[in-house]
């Protein structure tokens, strides 16, 4: 591992640690592993916090990038427990490259991939993440259900759900709902309705002092009992939420056994319905502890079923999660019925004749089969909403399901950047691709006019899906012999 350097080693040494903490780990580890091991826990912290992106599964099935000498250089080395998840090395910006505004991964604290990944998600079913944003779960969820089903991403601040919109977006997810509301709301609408559910619950955030001391604050300020009540009321309302027989995965960023392992078997004291279950891990086969320990992860304390990623044993920062099943009919890989993947190719396609004329022309650029869904037009703006998934009065809805466009001044249909996203290059008529190792692609995602000589392009609608390396990233119309800039200038590269 890398070795801080002597300010930042400084910053988090012992003496900056809150005594809570301090007292608390030792106690964890010491009682259990013995004295060393709280030692070697502090020296992790003179240590840097490794850095990880996770691949989007949507756009890259076979879950590895296009070859590249800049990837290569970025020395990706796989997460143990997560299919698509890489370690970057120190320095490296993977999110300063084309491929991240395709949308191609998420730049992810590797220990932060363990709880979407154990959340046996199927493509078709319904699934909430009742505390999504930023997102980096809900992308790795989302991705899982493969434009199938639906995501309901939510989280209570509204602003924080506006970035969580954006990365859904960036990810190319169109079968999502994105709502802004506590998890009461989201109950009196939900009972019994989901087949998964994720609580990445706020919480204390000791496991990421590594990463981002300035939370050292907040702890002192706080402290793990205040997250408690919270905590236990998103279990309580997601618990009900809940389908019989469906999977929750509770998790936090934090050491505090309060707010683990203490909520964990409270809820489960009182919803003898609901059990802890051993989740699948990639690398983990049917050796239980011994994979485990391979893996870098311990257990729960007084909860073996439970994931608990410590710095000094894991290449990733503080971490637990637990995967809760609610006991009924198994729903671990059951797809849910009536959605779009059980529909014939013409029912599925059925929202292209609801069109309206401003709109109609453009779509003939689209090939069929892609999208599925109810069409919806409001303000002059349509968006294709998943599958039997009518709107409800009582939720805020910061994003309903994939906006498609909007009608222009003119009377036009102008195709949004999440459309872009959403697309494969094959399932657009006119396309026009740049090599990511091209200035243009910057040029372009900077929001400038680009010279189309040399690069491949096909068709000649009005608009075309602009692509770097076969992926798309946005839009932009030909003039002449350049191409007019229609990136959406709020992604743009700054
Ligand atoms: N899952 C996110 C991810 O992977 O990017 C990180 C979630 S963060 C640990 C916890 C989130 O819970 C915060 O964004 C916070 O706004 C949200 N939150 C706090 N209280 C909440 C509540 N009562 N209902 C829903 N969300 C809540």
């Known amino acids: 591992m890398q070795k801080k350097t002597e300010e930042q080693g400084r910053m988090l040494g012992e003496d900056h640690l809150p005594e809570e903490f301090l007292q608390e780990t030792k106690r964890l580890l010491g009682s259990r592993y013995g004295e060393d091991d709280y030692r070697l826990f502090l020296q992790s912290y003179q240590e840097e916090a490794r850095a990880g992106l996770r691949l989007n599964r949507r756009k ?8 590249g000498p800049e990837q290569e250089a970025w020395g990706l080395q796989p997460v143990p427990w997560a299919e698509g998840g890489y370690y970057y090395g120190p320095e490296k910006k993977p999110a300063r490259h084309p491929y991240y505004y395709a949308g191609l991964y998420y730049i992810q604290e590797p220990s932060a991939m363990i709880p979407a990944s154990i959340l046996p998600v199927s493509p078709g079913e319904r699934v909430l993440d009742l505390c999504a944003a930023p997102g980096g779960k809900a992308t790795q969820l989302g991705a899982k259900l493969g434009g199938r089903g639906v995501l309901y991403a939510n989280d209570i601040s509204s602003s924080r759900a506006k970035g969580l919109l954006k990365n859904l977006e960036l990810f190319g997810i169109p079968n999502m709902f994105v709502t802004s509301v506590g998890p009461d709301e989201l109950l009196d609408v939900f ?3 989901f087949d998964k559910i994720l609580i990445d619950a706020p919480c204390s955030g000791g496991g990421m002092f590594r990463r981002e001391p300035s939370m050292v604050k907040s702890f002192q300020e706080k402290g793990p009992a205040a997250y408690v009540p919270v905590q236990k009321e998103l279990l309580e309302k997601g618990a009900k939420m ?8 509770y998790s936090t960023c934090t050491f505090s056994e309060k707010e683990n392992e203490g909520v964990i078997l409270d809820f489960l004291a009182e919803h003898e319905e609901f059990e802890a279950e051993a989740p699948q891990i990639p690398g983990r086969g049917q050796n239980g502890e011994a ?4 893996l870098g992860l311990r257990d729960g304390v007084g909860l073996r079923e439970a994931i608990r990623v410590w710095p000094h044993c894991a290449a990733g920062e503080g971490h637990f999660a637990v995967l809760l099943h609610k006991k009924g009919e198994d729903k671990r890989s059951s797809p849910s019925h009536g959605h779009a993947h059980l529909c014939k190719r013409a029912e599925r396609d059925s929202w292209r004749k609801e069109l309206p ?28 909403l998943p599958e039997g998934e009518p709107l409800h009065r009582k939720l805020r809805y910061v994003r309903t399901g994939l906006l498609l466009g909007a009608r222009s001044r003119a009377g036009k249909f102008e195709p949004s950047q999440a459309l872009a996203m959403a697309l494969a290059k094959e399932e657009y008529t006119s396309t026009v691709s740049i090599p990511s190792y091209d200035s243009r692609a910057v040029k372009y995602l900077k929001g400038e006019t680009v010279e189309l000589d040399g690069l491949a392009a096909r068709g000649d609608a009005d608009w075309m899906l602009v692509c770097i390396d076969g992926f798309p990233v946005g839009w932009g119309k030909r003039s002449g012999s350049s191409l007019k800039n229609k990136y959406y200038p709020g992604w743009r590269w700054q």
């Open 60 to 67: 890259l099935p076979n879950l590895s990038l296009p070859a």
């Open 191 to 193: 009972p019994e309705s």
């Open 242 to 249: 809940l389908k019989a027989g469906g999977y929750l995965v």
């Open 291 to 294: 994979d485990m320990e391979q």
């Open 357 to 384: 004329s401003w709109a109609a022309a453009f779509f003939r650029e689209v090939s069929d089969g892609f999208g599925s869904g109810t069409l919806l037009c409001r303000d002059n703006q349509l968006y294709l």
